[in-house]
């Protein structure tokens, strides 16, 4: 049977196997001992040697870039990745993921989007693993594993409520008695097997609870206990010393991250301008003003739907395609400047969903009808795409002034010395953007 650690890495056999690991410092060593696993893992892809890691921190960056690729790659090949799911690796696997979590916590902000790409990661892998063990021997693990995670020896309901409110998993799927969500068979037939007299309790078991709600109770709950570690290790890592070696892995993941999700969302990408005639080209984070960096990381409860729909929506779009538009008195549409929408598809949007997607919580999951307010702040109707057959039905949006920002999202309006004599974030963006091109240039 599989080990408990290799589904929950934070379980009491994780927490020893991290006690007898070594030096830190080794884990950019090369390991033979990976390399043969990863090799000979069934099914394992090997058309390319550099698909293999080669050493923990190889391994670490390529659990990364498994994530990233599974979410965003139309051509994702999962045959490249089939050694994340050999239970070989477990005791590997678990150093690996405490190592994530130290340096993902050292660097990026608990409700970061790079976080969040760990931390639903680790809830897909629990059910990849899961799905390649055999019934009886999966039954008996996840039992295991959901032992050892309930809290005071129970599964209190409200401990789901994120995933029941996301609509992942219904409150009605689930048995709830006194509180507590019945999972398990001895349990059930201990509270219930009296209250029926012409039905196997057994059977009225397996039609009530069932494997699939138990498997997506598990990874949720370990996901929750993943995403508890890293604010744990960031609270304490204000006191206690990093290790250079996880100091190490976060600066690669740092640059890891944007520059391989860049392939996929291209609003990453560099650009360039003049400012005052500022030209149209792609968007440049580093010049985003504090209001919209803070919206694209993510904004929580209360502010959401105005920074996503009114703020960032119109800041981006016209970023992108018109950042003239307080020089001028043209009245303009986005097909004017994307006549075929490919621009406002593939870089606007992805930038605007990304943004409502990291927002506590994710904007669409509790308001999906914000996506149709967004395609009508564009210009194009009440719709949820963007067709050029319904543009003109309602107007597309200029952004936001400072002014408004104070009033309406206080919250966001964090002034730094980029928007000093600034009275609209759209000229704030111009002005670093072109500063920022120069630089550039004289280097």
């Given at each position: ?53 080669k ?20 051509n994702?090949t999962p ?14 696997d ?17 409700g ?53 409110s ?10 709830i ?98 400012y ?37 929506t ?19 549409k ?51 795409t ?56 004289e280097?």
């Amino acid at each position: 049977m599989a080990e408990v650690s290799y589904i929950n890495p934070l379980s009491n056999e994780g927490r020893q196997i991290i006690r007898q690991y070594g030096d830190l410092n080794q884990i950019f060593e090369e390991d033979e001992t990976l390399i043969d696993i990863c090799t000979h893992t069934l099914n394992q892809r090997i058309s390319d040697d550099s698909l293999i890691p080669k050493s923990y921190a190889d391994y670490a960056i390529k659990r990364i870039q498994w994530a990233i690729e599974k979410k965003n790659n139309k051509n994702f090949t999962p045959a490249e990745f089939e050694y994340l799911t050999n239970e070989e690796l477990f005791q590997k696997d678990v150093v690996i993921f405490h190592i994530l979590c130290q340096a993902i916590a050292n660097q990026f902000n608990v409700g970061s989007r790079e976080t969040r790409l760990f931390v639903e990661s680790q809830g897909i892998i629990i059910q990849e693993r899961l799905s390649k063990i055999p019934p009886m021997a999966r039954a008996e693990i996840i039992d295991e594993v959901l032992d050892e995670v309930k809290t005071d020896g129970a599964i209190k309901w409200n401990s789901l409520k994120d995933v029941i409110s996301s609509k992942k998993l219904k409150l009605t799927d689930l048995l709830i008695d006194e509180g507590e969500i019945i999972l398990q068979s001895d349990d059930f037939l201990e509270r219930f097997s009296d209250k029926f007299h012409d039905r196997n309790p057994d059977r009225m078991y397996n039609i009530l609870i069932g494997d699939n709600v138990k498997e997506q109770i598990l990874s949720r709950l370990i996901m929750q206990k993943t995403e508890e570690y890293i604010a744990r290790i960031k609270e304490m890592s204000a006191h206690v010393e990093i290790h250079p070696a996880i100091l190490k892995i976060a600066e690669q993941l740092k640059e890891f991250i944007p520059e391989e999700t860049s392939k996929y969302n291209q609003y990453y990408a560099g650009s360039g301008g003049i400012y005052g005639t500022v030209q149209a080209e792609k968007l440049n984070p580093d010049a985003f003003p504090p209001c919209i960096k803070t919206t694209v990381e993510g904004v929580s409860s209360g502010g959401r739907n105005d920074a996503i729909v009114l703020l960032l929506t119109s800041f981006a779009s016209y970023a992108r395609l018109y950042p003239r538009i307080f020089a001028s008195d043209e009245t303009v549409k986005v097909s004017d400047m994307d006549p075929d929408l490919t621009i406002t598809e593939n870089e606007i949007l992805p930038l605007i969903f990304d943004a409502a997607a990291n927002c506590t919580p994710p904007l669409f999951e509790d308001q999906p009808q914000e996506k149709i307010n967004i395609i009508s702040k564009l210009g194009f109707g009440m719709h949820e795409t963007v067709d050029i057959n319904h543009e003109g039905e309602t107007k597309w949006y200029t952004p936001m002034s400072c002014e408004k920002i104070k009033i309406h999202l206080p919250h966001l309006c964090h002034p730094d010395k980029s928007c000093k004599g600034i009275n609209n974030p759209l000229s704030c963006y111009g002005r670093k953007k072109f500063q920022l091109d120069r630089e550039q240039k004289e280097e």
